[in-house]
């Protein structure tokens, strides 16, 4: 059977047109309709007046001062940042200190759209912003769209279970088949999502999903479009090839798909936020000598709905599995299994894959908490060498401790 890229195709195109929904201020409701469409709906109210232009905002010279975080604009200008200084300069502080060749880290409110940490290193060379590059294959965060698409489209729950062989680091279309007598596990679709198992996406999304649903649940999530952003920032990508094995690695998240650290934010923000998506905001105010040229005092602006509430609060469920008892578990707890933000559940996941012709490992964590009361959703790209220092989900749980140390939760100490 032929396989073909589809980088821009019907995932690509909702993830467009999504991004260009109209926008209401304050209070939005954003209604379900059925058809293809469902995702894209919202009420309409006439254009807000926006900001003015951020030409020349540089985001890898940030100047962090104990009270604000600044960055450069065109004409003499200065951006004032939403970061909060104390979060960012610790989470720049860690990249330093190990030396990773490619690092970047995104902190965001969930209800505001507001990022709190917004940090990029690059270890040789010339920098550049690592937060804006979809270059990284998104791995296993991909389930999580994988995920919405078997819930909302196909009728599956967390609960679903589905026994399986194989597939531990790479599918073979012989696991694909179900043969009672050779699968020897079995796990529930959360149990698969918090422990990462390839092989039991794979079997559900051939058995459960079309290539063309998979990719309209990405585009829902805003793969094929850059997001609206204080600066450009590459699109997220997809292929849905058409060969059922590829298809069904593709879902599992083996290549076929990239990811930059902003757009994995925003995933975590709108599953976090029951499915809606809000624009990212970095600038704060604008200023010009001692003037203040411009501030922001728009209400959060809602670029779509990605899936029903419903959707997002089993995804949500699912993905504290990851931090409780799944693949992140060692990065959150102690060796004596204590965690390390105390009573603070985590809903995350996971993300790994190797780059052989490369040598590269590229490591991802995306998630956010507190999970019953989302406040911030985070991600973080660590891009190393096979023979690695910190994974993504250590460096992202250091910045959640820093985060909820700053903010005097009990228990929650800083690293």
Known sequence: MRSYARWIGIGAAVGIISALVPVVQGRIVLHDVSGPLAKLTSTVSPPEVGPPSFEGLDLTSLTVLPRRVTAPLSAGRTAELTLDPDVQQSTQAIMDRYGLPETGAVLMEVKTGRLLVYASHVNEGKPYDVNIRATAPCASVFKVVTSAALIEDAGLNGSTEQCYRGGKSQILADELVDDPKRDKWCSSLGGALGRSINVVFAR????????????????????????????????????????RTEFARTAAGFWHTTLSPLAAALLAQTVANGGVALEPRIVDRVVQGKDEVWKENRPPRVLRRAVRPETAAEL???????????????????????????????????????????????????????ADDPEVAVSVLVVNTPIWQIKAADLARDVLRTYFASRGHSGVRRP
């Not at 079309?210 to 204080?230: C, D, R, T, W």
């Not at 990065?331 to 780059?355: C, M, Q, R, W």
């Open 204 to 243: 559900l999304a051939q058995k459960h999903l079309k290539p063309a649903e998979l990719g309209a649940m990405a585009g829902s999530f805003g793969f094929g479009a850059p997001i609206p952003f204080a600066v450009a920032n590459d699109p997220p990508k997809i292929d849905v090839p058409d060969d």
């Open 316 to 370: 949500g469920k699912m993905m504290r599995e990851t931090v409780a008892a799944g693949s992140a578990f060692k990065s959150f707890h102690d060796k004596s299994g204590e965690p390390y933000l105390g009573n603070i559940a985590v809903a995350g996941k996971t993300g790994t894959l190797t780059d052989h012709a490369t040598d590269q490992y590229y490591t991802w964590f995306i998630g956010y908490a507190p």
